[in-house]
């Protein structure tokens, strides 16, 4: 195709390395990322220069080779470092995930200018019209809350429809974005309001998201992903589970990293109620990062090709992983009855694992007053 582009395939350990890379400059921006409001013309650039915006990419589109759940990893990463350029990188990341999905024209079009194509989305209809007209639909109206809309190129928007709820695809001159985005915290995402009056989608630029991965197999016929005979329902939420955690993970890092070698009379560093509370935040965030090495896209990647000759729709249920739940719970010492005994919570293999997880190897380890 005119537009495709092709890259040579990299590893997990090379994106870990462009990641880390990217760190000390994101810290150094955090503060001024959230002044802003948005994310710095120059975080954007070094996403891009990095390539790693291309993980949600199928290959034919500058895919960098590696299945999408590797984004979730890079998400984490970043979230230790700047939690709004986590969330936006995440977001950014699935949006071009979700575009495979989209009807063969519809990705020609998004991509057209390029492999590292921004879009946004907004996915909450209860604002937004659709009437269906010959080839497409006439769409109007606001919605809130669309993360990383002002580097973005294309907006997502959901739309209430006969047959259920529809995404749309637009371009960036079918709508305005409404400066709203004044809080408190995430700032930096620029989550703000889009606007849009009147525009003309035509119907190659939607889909059923209840349908894609599941009866409707675009994403899978043209890319063979294997993250795309997954219903895409079953990927949806994990892309903001990441930077969540990441950002958990860069307060008890921040934290610790402020009472190192503070310690003596009266030091908070000394204080047990402290340490204690500090092992259990570092427990809870080692129990849901952890947990969410559970999820669906790693079940794709190890079960899909066990089952290349079931029928698409079988083969989707098939490959459905169960979500971590209680994950929290376990991390004290209860393992919730889907984790099996041969998983690293429960492993004979791996006598001190639980004792690490109650906080016994934690409080002694976590803070050490010496620095």
């Known amino acids: ?3 495709s582009v ?27 990322t959230e002044q802003l409001r948005q994310m710095p013309p120059e975080t954007v650039q070094d996403l891009v220069s990095s390539g790693l915006i291309r993980l949600g990419n199928p290959q034919r589109y ?16 970043l979230g230790r470092a700047c939690g709004s350029t986590a969330w936006c990188y995440s977001l950014w990341t699935v949006h071009n995930w979700w575009v495979g999905h989209f ?9 057209a200018s390029g ?22 639909l006439r769409v109007s109206g606001h919605w809130s809350f669309s993360s990383g809309c002002d580097a973005a190129s294309w907006a997502m928007l959901a739309v209430p429809h006969p047959n259920g709820l529809i995404w749309t695809l637009l371009p960036r001159p079918d709508y305005d974005i ?25 119907e190659h630029r939607t889909l059923d998201p209840s349908r894609a991965g599941d009866g409707e197999w675009t994403g899978w016929e043209l890319h063979r992903r294997l993250s795309y005979r997954l219903p895409l329902r079953c990927m949806t939420g994990w892309d903001l589970v990441a930077p969540l955690i990441g950002i958990a993970q860069g307060a008890v ?5 402020r009472l190192r070698g503070t310690s003596g009379p009266g030091r908070t560093a000394d204080s047990v109620l402290v340490q204690v509370r500090l092992a259990e935040a570092s427990i809870e965030v080692d129990a849901a990062r952890e947990g969410s090495a559970s999820r669906p896209s790693t079940g794709c990647s190890r079960r899909a090709v ?30 919730p009855p889907r984790i099996s005994a041969a998983s690293p919570w429960g492993s004979p293999q791996r006598p001190g694992a639980m004792a690490e997880r109650r906080g016994v190897l934690h409080r002694t380890r976590v803070l050490d007053p010496r620095g």
């Open 103 to 111: 009807p063969a024209l519809a990705q020609e079009e998004f991509f």
């Open 1 to 3: 195709m005119s537009s």
């Open 62 to 77: 500058g895919g960098l080779g590696v299945e999408y759940d590797a984004a979730f990893d890079v998400s984490w990463e």
């Open 253 to 257: 890092d921040a934290f610790t990293a």
């Open 178 to 202: 409404l400066d709203t985005w004044f809080t408190s915290g995430m700032r930096g995402t620029g989550s703000k309001d889009i606007v849009v009056r009147d525009a003309f989608v035509p």
């Open 115 to 136: 492999p590292d194509t921004l879009a946004s989305s907004a996915l909450n209809p209860t604002r937004g019209q659709a009437e269906p007209v010959a080839g497409g």
């Open 306 to 335: 066990a089952v290349p000759f079931l029928s698409p729709r079988r083969s989707s249920a098939a490959t459905a992983m169960p979500t971590p739940r209680h994950t929290i719970k376990a991390s004290v010492g209860t393992l």
């Open 6 to 32: 092709r890259e040579t395939s990299v590893t997990r350990e090379e994106l870990r390395r462009r990641t880390s890379a990217l760190m000390p400059a994101l810290k150094e921006r955090a503060a001024r």
